[in-house]
């Protein structure tokens, strides 16, 4: 299975961006780093669904509109099946990624 970094992107404004999805019959565990590239504060989201996107629960959200100077790192996700990350920022020239381990089931 796969390990390093999973996924990434580059967030555009004001949009919510599928980051990685876990692949069928795997787990993963995941580490989570948004990187603000401006030179001042933003807001960003992010999502843990237990699917594809599309409507975004409340319960989803582990990051809601937290302030970031620079970095804001989650670490130690566990992820199921198909599960989803997703993120969001109120500016653009923000990175996202993903990185760890997929494990077979």
């Given at each position: 299975?796969?390990?390093?970094?999973?996924?990434?992107?580059?967030?555009?404004?004001?949009?919510?961006?599928?980051?990685?999805?876990?692949?069928?019959?795997?787990?993963?565990?995941?580490?989570?780093?948004?990187?603000?590239?401006?030179?001042?504060?933003?807001?960003?989201?992010?999502?843990?669904?237990?699917?594809?996107?599309?409507?975004?629960?409340?319960?989803?959200?582990?990051?809601?509109?937290?302030?970031?100077?620079?970095?804001?790192?989650r670490?130690?996700?566990?992820?199921?099946?198909?599960?989803?990350i997703?993120?969001?920022?109120?500016?653009?020239?923000?990175?996202?990624?993903?990185?760890?381990?997929?494990?077979?089931?």
């Open positions: 299975m796969a390990s390093g970094r999973l996924g990434a992107v580059d967030l555009a404004a004001t949009t919510n961006t599928l980051v990685y999805t876990v692949p069928a019959d795997t787990v993963a565990t995941v580490n989570i780093s948004m990187c603000n590239r401006n030179a001042i504060p933003i807001a960003v989201r992010l999502a843990h669904l237990d699917g594809a996107i599309g409507t975004i629960a409340v319960e989803d959200w582990i990051e809601y509109d937290k302030s970031i100077n620079d970095v804001l790192e670490t130690g996700v566990v992820m199921s099946v198909g599960s989803t997703v993120a969001y920022s109120d500016t653009a020239n923000v990175s996202v990624q993903v990185w760890g381990w997929e494990e077979s089931i």
